[in-house]
Each structure stands twice: as structure tokens, then as C-alpha cells.
């Protein structure tokens, strides 16, 4: 398993933002296609946002398309994720995870919280 540490979480107003960062310990990051999914309080785990390889295609959930971006830096094997304009439901626990595992990776002891509230 691709082990990562996410960063870059905390406590914004709505309409603020944050950025939020995934150093992945793996040597084949730049063949991995990356995703950020997030798991609101009572609820289950929802993807948020891919990207490929290479970092050429960037898919995005439709809740943050036009607000989140999602990037990566495969020289320091680190993804991204820019957050702007934030919403209260944007409130959840953040995670980075390979894309072909975001349904069945187990979370536990990873993520990065982010609260959105006035």
C-alpha cells in the first residue's frame, strides 16, 4: 500500500480558503493517477477530485468543480489540492489516496480535517 501524510487542513469562514498537501512514500508516484476523496461527519467516503500522471487531465466532483484544483509535483512526489471559495458542506475529513483504491483503502490513521464555519 502507497503510504501518504496529508497536510494543510483547519478552521476557515465560509468563502475562505486552504490549501492541502499529500506527500506520498512510493517510487512510482509518476505512474499513480491520485485522487482526493473526503468523508463528512455520518456520512461515507466521497471522491472529490483526480488527476493523472503526468498531471495532463484533472477530474473534479461537480459540487467543486469552478472552486477546487487539484494538482501534483511528481519531482517531490507531493499532490495538491487548492480550496477556494469554501462551503460549510465542504466540511469533512480529507484524504489522498491512489485512484484505483479511493473505494477500498482503508482510511484509518490518515486524513487531514477541514471545518468550514462562521
Known amino acids: 500500500e502507497v503510504q501518504v501524510r496529508e497536510s494543510g487542513g483547519g478552521e476557515v469562514q465560509p468563502g475562505g480558503s486552504l490549501r492541502l498537501s499529500c506527500v506520498a512514500s512510493?517510487?512510482?508516484?509518476?505512474?499513480?493517477?491520485m485522487s482526493w476523496v473526503r468523508q463528512a461527519p455520518g456520512k461515507g467516503v466521497e471522491w472529490v477530485a483526480s488527476i493523472v500522471g503526468n498531471g495532463t487531465s484533472r477530474y473534479y466532483t461537480h459540487d467543486v468543480l469552478g472552486r477546487f484544483t487539484i494538482s501534483r509535483d511528481n519531482a517531490v512526489n507531493t499532490l495538491s489540492l487548492q480550496m477556494d471559495n469554501l462551503k460549510t458542506e465542504d466540511t469533512a475529513l480529507y484524504y489522498c489516496?491512489?485512484?484505483?483504491?479511493?473505494?477500498?483503502?482503508?482510511?484509518r490513521g490518515q486524513g487531514t480535517q477541514v471545518t468550514v464555519s462562521s
Open positions: 512510493t517510487s512510482t508516484f509518476d505512474s499513480l493517477h
Open positions: 489516496t491512489p485512484t484505483f483504491e479511493w473505494q477500498t483503502r482503508d482510511y
